[in-house]
């Protein structure tokens, strides 16, 4: 119930073509899709995040597509670039009591954007 | 530079020992949540702190315990440590108790031999 499960595990993508990574989720209790991205030796780093009442986001370069009634939410990268080449997370938040919220993260994709 | 700091960046210690890791988190920030990432099992929540308080726990080992104190610094304490403890442990602090605002640092890498 508390999973998300991210795909594929790695993805190599040429410069200027588009990055698709998907998230699936079961638990219906879940409020905010955020987004990260991880450097080599860094930690990770907010991207973009969603709320389950819109169905798409876009900033810059970056979109995350949700589909409430399929538990499915995706981030795609227009124009990829050498620069993009990170781990990228998914991570869904839910209510853990006490007035606590927790992520629950994806296992992550390692995006190497080829030139 | 995310404003949350951890330190060390870097611990090699032997099984059976005993560290603290320690976490600043970004000025302003009340609550302070630590994260450990391994290669199978990823980022996995251990525990939250608000304003003194701990919140929440995830999966945590009872062998580690973690405290937030007045001045909002938290420190993780891991003990008897095993091989399978080395991983990268992250603290992340945000304004609320909420994840919109998260922010993580840099993490401290453990190394248990």
């Known amino acids: 119930q508390q999973q998300v499960k991210q795909s594929p595990q790695s993805l190599i993508v040429q410069k200027g073509g588009i990055s698709i990574i998907n998230c699936a989720y079961e638990?219906?209790?879940?409020?905010?899709f955020p987004w990260y991205q991880q450097f080599p030796g860094k930690g990770p780093a907010l991207l973009i995040a969603?709320?389950?009442?819109?169905s798409e986001k876009k900033e810059g370069r970056f979109t995350i597509s949700f589909n409430k009634s399929a538990k499915q939410f995706s981030l795609h990268i227009m124009d990829s670039q050498p620069g993009d080449s990170a781990t990228y997370f998914c991570?869904?938040?839910?209510?853990?009591?006490?007035?606590?919220?927790?992520?629950?993260f994806g296992k992550g994709t390692k995006l190497s954007v080829i030139p | 530079d995310s404003g949350v700091t951890q330190t060390p960046k870097h611990l090699i210690t032997a099984t059976g020992q005993r560290v603290t890791l320690r976490c600043s988190p970004r000025?302003?920030?009340?609550?302070v949540y630590w994260y450990q990432q391994s290669l199978d099992q990823g980022l996995q929540f251990l525990i939250h702190?608000?304003?003194?308080?701990?919140?929440a726990k995830g999966n945590i080992l009872e062998r580690f315990s973690a405290q937030q104190f007045p001045d909002l610094h938290s420190e993780l304490n891991l003990s008897s440590l095993e091989l399978g403890d080395s991983a990268l442990y992250f603290c992340?602090?945000?304004?609320?108790?909420?994840?919109?605002?998260?922010?993580f640092g840099s993490g401290t890498r453990l190394t248990v031999v």
């Open positions: 000025s302003g920030d009340l609550s």
């Open positions: 969603i709320r389950p009442d819109v």
């Open positions: 992340a602090s945000s304004p609320s108790t909420g994840a919109e605002g998260y922010t």
């Open positions: 638990n219906t209790a879940f409020d905010y």
């Open positions: 991570a869904a938040e839910s209510y853990s009591g006490a007035g606590s919220y927790q992520l629950t």
């Open positions: 702190y608000y304003n003194g308080e701990e919140r």
